[in-house]
């Protein structure tokens, strides 16, 4: 159900929300359109999500998506937003070098797209990244498990942490980003179990994706739930609608009545 008393989402509400035991409901959005449809239904935070670099861009990964195309996205969103928090994705390659080149890169997203937050993938290897930015102000969002940006450390998408030590070492990095001062933490791809235990060890919400239902919120891509996308079909992934089917089907009719000459009709010219 939709917290209506909430008429700006920020990280202090995202807080409360996990001390109230409300979950918190995340979807992705890389253009105006779809962030004021997903904000004016009620969705708690919205993610300018790197993913854009496979969903609008069509690469395979998200690492070729620049700084430049992100800000672009997110500008775009924060234009049709209000109630939600805005949330950004620092791509690949802005911030794991060093903490100077981080703290630009997140600079310039705040900047110039207006956003409320970034997102950055790792955990003890971009410590002084993350607290650098933190020291200007800049909310940051963590993310642990499976991090896109490292596929091809990875090798595959399958669930991460099923052994103790990747698990272990997890549980580390959860602990150490809320330390520093993250004020959430994606956990994308794990197994259920260990989303529950790093649920319970920290004090900030964790959002899952594939993390189990003991996550304090959850969040998917908006083009996959849609079902607008057709090849990704993980099990953590649930369908609500069939948009790729919809939206053949009525250009197919727009198509035959042009090809008709059924479209315009008398009332639908000048
Ligand atoms: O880029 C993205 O959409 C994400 C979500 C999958 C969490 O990081």
Do not use: W
């Amino acid at each position: 159900m939709i917290n209506k008393t909430i008429t700006k989402v920020t990280t202090h509400v995202l807080q409360e929300m996990k001390l109230k035991g409300e979950k918190i409901a995340m979807l992705t959005a890389y253009d105006y359109s779809m962030g004021l449809i997903l904000d004016q239904s009620g969705i708690d935070v919205i993610l300018v999500g790197d993913s854009a670099s496979n969903v609008m861009a069509g690469h395979k990964t998200t690492l070729p998506i620049t700084l430049n195309e992100m800000i672009y996205h997110a500008s775009s969103v924060v234009r049709g937003v209000t109630r939600a928090l805005v949330v950004v994705d620092l791509p690949f390659g802005t911030y794991q070098g060093n903490s100077k080149e981080a703290l630009n890169s997140a600079i310039r997203i705040m900047k110039e797209s207006g956003a409320g937050a970034v997102k950055m993938e790792g955990g003890m290897e971009i410590k002084e990244s993350v607290e650098r930015i933190l020291t200007a102000g800049i909310p940051v969002m963590g993310h642990l498990g499976l991090m896109p940006q490292s596929i091809h450390k990875f090798g595959t998408f399958v669930v991460r942490a099923t052994e103790d030590k990747e698990a272990d070492k997890l549980i580390e990095d959860a602990i150490l980003l809320e330390k520093i001062g993250c004020f959430a933490i994606v956990l994308e791809k794990i197994p259920a179990k260990l989303g529950r235990i790093v649920t319970e060890k920290i004090k900030i919400p964790t959002i899952g994706i594939g993390a189990g239902q003991n996550a304090d919120g959850q969040v998917l891509v908006t083009h996959d739930m849609l079902g607008i996308t057709q090849e990704f079909s993980p099990r953590f992934l649930r369908r609500y609608h069939n948009l790729y089917e919809e939206i053949k089907g009525a250009v197919s009719c727009y198509i035959d009545d042009v090809k008709s000459s059924d479209f315009p009709n008398d009332k639908e010219q000048y």
